[in-house]
């Protein structure tokens, strides 16, 4: 599978190809499970990812305890805990360390308010889909040096977290057909990674692309990607006029510094802190809260924005200056975006985005 230690050898009597890859054999053969995932789980046994991201909203002792209960309630996998008492208890902090505990009792909490949504998710376990063959191994193993290079859990060729992570991938990619693998995904993976184990990783990954509607935006026409651009376009437009204008007088739409915010979460530009916690809100309001936090980062930093004075300063500055952003102008963004409702226009903006398209398909200007 990849520059393979002697006590591995055994393991490489099957493998019929390989090529060079960023100096690296790779086997374009190489899917045998228990190498995989025998290689993973001795990496993983010892080295565990660190989480040593500054805390966007600390979590103060009451809070933690109201976590806590939840927890470890005897009756959690049966009880439905009050939305507003979860949304609650996010908006006032998550505790860095039981963070992945916490997701999973969200995805949890999903499954007992929605059990109609999760019976029309494909239930194929984890341990099965990593016995095929997936179509993106190429494209996989490209991504996994490109996924947090500078986070100790995933530097290393081939190590715990490249491994898992490439376990994810792949099954996912066999999960979801229509789908397959695209770019983006591996940061999703690699945030879930960091804070919960490997198959339980995969489930939330599969609740966030199912139940949440995330895998919308990767399918091949990505019409849904395009709306949500859209859609923050005309959020823009109704919010910060200003802002809008500018970006028109300098050509500058939104596919060009928001496509990536979307298709990661956020995790591919911004610090780790503020990326937790958009998960966090993620699994409370799932893709909504993107256009969210989008919207208010792009508000936060109007009259910044306005002072540039060309296309190429104007993007530089969305892409680079804007994700480097102190901690408590981070705190403040995730307060806004606890404090925002834009269900309804979101939705008359979609409506719209459809009777134009209709438009421009059928104008007789077209021929």
């Known amino acids: 599978m990849g520059k393979i230690s002697r006590s591995y050898s055994t393991f490489n009597r099957n493998k019929r190809s390989v090529q060079m890859l960023d100096g690296y054999t790779w086997y374009t053969e190489f899917d045998d499970f228990l190498f995989i995932c025998c290689l993973a789980r001795q990496h993983e046994a010892q080295q565990k990812p660190s989480l040593d991201y500054e805390e966007i909203t600390p979590c103060l002792k009451d809070v933690t305890k109201i976590w806590e209960e939840m927890l470890d309630s005897e009756e959690r996998h049966t009880t439905k805990f009050s939305p507003k ?93 229509d789908v397959g693998y695209c770019q983006g995904l591996s940061f999703i993976a690699g945030v879930l990674l960091m804070h919960m184990e490997e198959t339980q990783s995969f489930e939330a990954m599969r609740h966030m692309m199912y139940n949440f509607g995330l895998r919308k935006q990767f399918q091949p026409n990505m019409m849904p990607l395009q709306i949500q651009l859209y859609q ?57 809260v993107l256009l969210k936090v989008g919207l208010v980062l792009l508000g936060n930093h109007k009259e910044l924005i306005l002072q540039c004075r060309s296309f190429e300063e104007t993007l530089e500055f969305i892409k680079t200056t804007l994700p480097e952003m102190g901690i408590i102008q981070m705190e403040r963004v995730i307060n806004q975006v606890f404090e925002m409702d834009i269900s309804k226009q979101l939705q008359a903006y979609e409506v719209e985005y459809h009777v134009l398209r209709e438009e421009m398909l059928y104008s007789p200007s077209r021929g």
């Not at 802002?243 to 780790?272: C, G, K, R, V």
């Open 85 to 177: 008492t979860l949304l609650d208890s996010v908006h006032q902090g998550v505790p860095k360390l039981r963070r992945g505990d916490i997701w999973w009792l969200l995805v949890e909490q999903h499954h007992l308010h929605y059990p109609d949504m999760h019976e029309r998710t494909p239930s194929k376990e984890y341990g099965e889909l990593l016995k095929d063959l997936t179509e993106y191994q190429h494209n996989i193993l490209i991504d996994l040096g490109r996924t947090f290079p500078g986070h100790p859990y995933f530097a290393t060729q081939l190590g715990p977290g490249q491994l898992a992570l490439y376990n994810i991938l792949k099954a996912y990619s066999l999960l979801d057909k």
């Open 232 to 288: 923050l376009t005309r959020l823009i437009h109704d919010n910060y006029k200003d802002l809008h204008d500018h970006f028109e007088e300098y050509d500058i739409a939104p596919n060009l510094y928001a496509t990536p915010w979307f298709l990661t979460l956020f995790a591919s530009q911004f610090p780790l802190g503020f990326v937790a916690r958009v998960f966090d809100l993620f699994f409370m309001q799932g893709v909504e």
